[in-house]
């Protein structure tokens, strides 16, 4: 994200270390821009899914971006995320792509949120789910596709809104043709990055700013 060169170069290496030391697989940032741009793959129950994650600029030095020779993040673009996501596609049955931008603590997109979204559906992307604006944001169905522009925070320290307490997970079920369900559950932060589940209108409101269609079962929202 646009926080993850913040302690330069050695920040960005010991940060590698110790993923890789734990088996952790990570996105979108690397030891120089192939690495950075470069697919996961993970196979799950005879599916295989390819990661891929980029971040808009967001006022953050031109050199937090990874270059041929230095590490940093990936810068998004249109037509090289395209390319990326056709090429994961010959060797996975899905991508998924992750896109950290947009404007702080708004509940609307952007156009280049928009425009970005919709080009990596366009180029083969299942799914596309964005973070960054630290509040819960439209979602939309694009193509058949999901595109979940911002999900909120969700262990953060932004005790001082409701809105930047608020966040939706997840859980999505995956056939090797794609998505079969997904489930969405409102959470609220409590005494600083704690969430809890939460029901009732409260929960019924966080989910709402999704302006998708859902069916509540038990509290758990269902995407129609």
């Known amino acids: 994200n646009n926080h993850t060169p913040n302690f330069g170069r050695k920040g960005l290496e010991d940060t590698f270390g110790y993923l890789n030391e734990a088996g952790i697989e990570y996105i979108g940032a690397g030891n120089n821009l192939s690495e950075a741009r470069e697919a996961k793959y993970l196979t799950v129950s005879g599916i295989t899914i390819a990661w891929l994650a980029r971040t808009e600029q967001l006022m953050v030095p031109a050199n937090y971006a990874a270059g041929e020779k230095n590490p940093g993040t990936a810068f998004w673009n249109k037509e090289e995320m395209a390319e990326a996501i056709k090429e994961a596609k010959t060797k996975a049955d899905l991508v998924i792509v992750s ?15 928009r425009n970005f979204a919709r080009a990596a559906i366009e180029a083969g992307a299942e799914l596309v789910i964005g973070h960054h604006p630290h509040v819960v944001q439209t979602a939309e169905k694009y193509q058949g596709k999901y595109i979940f522009y911002s999900l909120g925070n969700f262990v953060f320290d932004q005790m001082w809104s409701r809105e930047t307490r608020e966040g939706v997970v997840l859980k999505i079920a995956l056939t090797q043709s794609g998505v079969k369900q997904i489930a969405a559950t409102p959470i609220l932060i409590e005494d600083y990055c704690q969430p809890r589940i939460i029901e009732g209108a409260e929960g019924e409101k966080i989910i709402k700013i999704l302006g998708l269609e859902t069916e509540n079962k038990n509290g758990v929202y269902i995407l129609k």
């Not at 896109?99 to 949120?113: D, L, S």
């Open 99 to 113: 896109i950290h931008a947009g404007v702080e603590y708004t509940n609307e997109p952007t156009k280049e949120q």
